[in-house]
């Protein structure tokens, strides 16, 4: 599986932006899709999934009622859709995939992804 994110960029804070991930090589409608993020001198941090069905989706609590995560089978792209951005968001964020159609449970969503793609960089000002 290959995976291809884009939509970084700079943006002021309270500001939004709207991420890309897109998928090649293997039936994008069976893949648990999710977001990680990994900001300078941290760990990388789980930020969002959605299952293959996209009726399950699960957030970091740090961007709960901010960010949402979506998925167009149609397009094989998921989205991460983030507003009310802050300076604490900045971040090169990661797209990630695990195989299906299986249902998951959230942490093996958070922690046990299979494919992961080049990130894209997002940098909030304050």
């Known amino acids: 599986v290959q995976l291809q994110a884009s939509g970084g960029g700079l943006v002021q804070a309270g500001g939004s932006l709207k991420l890309s991930c897109t998928a090649s090589?293997?039936?994008?409608?069976?893949?648990?899709m999710g977001w990680f993020r990994q900001a300078p001198g941290k760990e990388r941090d789980f930020v969002a999934a959605?299952?293959?069905?996209?009726?399950?989706?699960y957030y970091a609590d740090s961007v709960k009622g901010r960010f949402t995560i979506s998925r167009d089978n149609a397009k094989n792209t998921e989205y991460l859709q983030m507003n009310s951005l802050k300076p604490e968001d900045t971040a090169v964020y990661y797209c990630?995939?695990?195989?299906?159609?299986?249902?998951?449970?959230?942490?093996?969503?958070?922690?046990?992804?299979?494919?992961w793609g080049k990130g894209t960089l997002v940098t909030v000002s304050s």
């Open positions: 959605i299952s293959w069905s996209g009726t399950s989706t």
């Open positions: 090589g293997r039936t994008f409608s069976t893949l648990n």
């Open positions: 990630a995939a695990k195989s299906g159609p299986y249902y998951y449970s959230d942490y093996e969503l958070r922690t046990a992804m299979e494919y």
